[in-house]
């Protein structure tokens, strides 16, 4: 195994997101203001070597329910939103007076998944004002606005949108804090026969098998989605790392380089900023399915996609969108902006590029999508 060195990472980081979870920021009374008092104080010493922190915080749900007083979330959608509401401004509060003590000010940030994936203008937008926050030295401490989501834009999870934010402003580092040390081989609040996975090179299916046998409890997410939202962003070459965020004075010895929590190790290479949203921000509207030769070409060759190698068109989409490109050895290998139609694709595919004009009656492109407008997903990096 080749040796990680952690230190070179994060001496790097200039700019890193913690991401907090419901377990560590919520107590038997409602929010566990020991926690946030100590998550400002690591985040001021932070600010001061001259790091530049975004926070993402879980945590409004739980601290509602406990606030208004019920032994459990309800099942209805309006009332848990009301839950959120009230939870939210009792939570952002709190990190105002946590943070006031270091002279720091704090600005609220409620996103919904449309926010970044139904135009290239939103997601720039709020990369742009996330800049301006950094800029003037305030923490933007962002939340998923769950008073108003629905399931169509909503991220899922604050693990999701954590990564997401990640790519958004091209940090150097994410640090997803939970109630348990790291990524285990098991549930260790069940199992005492469990290890400690100090540092994933490679996610695969084996690790997702793993991380889905260790459930959250408060939060929506559990380890699953932990590792999911590792995978997005160590594809884009950013290192993750989970640790047990209940612990006295965390982020520093993480910081250090201290072999603590699980490590995630990020690929050689970043991705561009327009590349992470094209592959992660997007919602695809159809499907490329593609030959083995092609495949390759784009996995190992570094090619675009041509219409030769395209043998299946699913749904509807027009010029400039989103399609998953699927074949191979992989069902999803990446996603990429076509440069033609659903329609005029089943016209052209299987053809060869000298031939669209006879196909279509001109020829725009002789890529169906471009290498440039086309992002590899991380599982097909193995």
């Known amino acids: 195994m080749i ?62 329910q406990k606030k208004i007083g019920l032994a459990k979330r309800p099942d209805g959608i309006p009332e848990r939103q009301a839950i959120a509401a009230v939870g939210q401004t009792g939570m952002m509060m709190e990190y105002e007076k946590a943070f006031d003590v270091y002279d720091i000010k704090v600005a609220q940030i409620l996103l919904t998944g449309d926010d970044l994936n139904t135009s290239r203008d939103r997601y720039l937008n709020a990369r742009n004002t996330l800049n301006t926050l950094l800029s003037w030295k305030i ?32 940090a150097d580092l994410l640090i997803n804090l939970t109630d348990i040390d790291g990524l285990y081989t098991g549930d260790p609040r069940k199992q005492t026969d469990v290890e400690l996975i100090s540092e994933v090179e490679t996610i695969d299916g084996s690790i997702e098998a793993v991380a889905g046998d260790i459930p959250g409890s408060l939060g929506t997410g559990g380890m699953l989605s932990k590792v999911r939202a590792a995978a997005k962003v160590t594809n884009a070459g950013i290192p993750m790392v989970i640790s047990n965020g209940r612990e006295t004075d965390i982020l520093k010895p993480i910081m250090s380089g ?106 725009s492109y002789d890529e169906v999508v471009h290498r440039d407008n086309l992002t590899i997903l991380n599982e097909c990096r193995l």
């Open 3 to 64: 040796m990680i060195n952690r230190q070179s990472y994060f001496n790097a980081a200039k700019r890193i997101v913690v991401k907090v979870g419901s377990n560590v920021l919520t107590a038997e009374q409602g929010l566990n203001l020991p926690v946030i008092y100590s998550l400002s104080k690591q985040i001021s010493l932070l600010m001061e070597n001259g790091v530049e922190v975004i926070l993402v915080s879980s945590g409004a749900m739980a601290s509602g």
């Open 139 to 170: 923490i933007p401490i962002i939340n998923e606005n769950d008073t108003v989501v629905v399931d169509e834009i909503r991220f899922g999870d604050n693990d999701n949108l954590s990564a997401m934010i990640t790519l958004l402003m091209n």
């Open 258 to 363: 201290e072999k603590i929590g699980t490590f995630f190790v990020p690929a050689k290479e970043k991705l561009s900023s327009r590349k992470c949203w094209i592959g992660y921000n997007i919602k695809p509207k159809g499907v490329l399915r593609i030959d083995d030769g092609a495949a390759n070409a784009i996995l190992n060759q570094g090619k675009s996609l041509l219409p030769g190698g395209i043998i299946e068109v699913e749904g509807d989409f027009g010029i400039g969108d989103a399609v998953d490109l699927s074949g191979g050895a992989h069902s999803r290998i990446a996603v990429g902006l076509v440069n033609y139609s659903s329609s005029d694709i089943r016209k052209i595919m299987g053809c060869k590029t000298d031939q669209i004009h006879v196909c279509l009656g001109e020829k």
